[in-house]
């Protein structure tokens, strides 16, 4: 799995952060998304899933 976000597109709602506190942060100073890591371990798969789909601003690309 590769992960690439579009930051122009977050809205900072914090949705992949809660879905995947170990691949997504965001920025202290504006909420937006900060990517962790592009590559999580298999184990976090589901959890990187859930977060694209829960995003609202479709800013969460995930190559499989
Ligand atoms: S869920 Fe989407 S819009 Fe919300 S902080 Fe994460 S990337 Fe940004």
Redesign the pocket.
Same mark, same amino acid.
Do not use: H, M, T, Y
């Given at each position: 799995m590769r992960i690439t976000?579009? +930051?122009d597109? @977050?809205? !900072?709602?914090?949705? @992949?952060?809660t !879905?995947a506190m170990d691949v997504?942060d +965001?920025r202290d100073e504006d909420?937006?998304?900060v990517l962790l890591t592009s590559t999580p371990p298999a184990e976090l798969a589901d959890d990187v899933r859930q !977060?694209a789909i829960? @995003?609202? !601003?479709?800013?969460?690309h995930i190559e499989e």
């Open positions: 976000i579009d +930051q597109k @977050c809205v !900072a709602s914090g949705q @992949c952060v !879905a997504f +965001q909420g937006i998304v !977060a829960l @995003c609202p !601003a479709l800013a969460i």
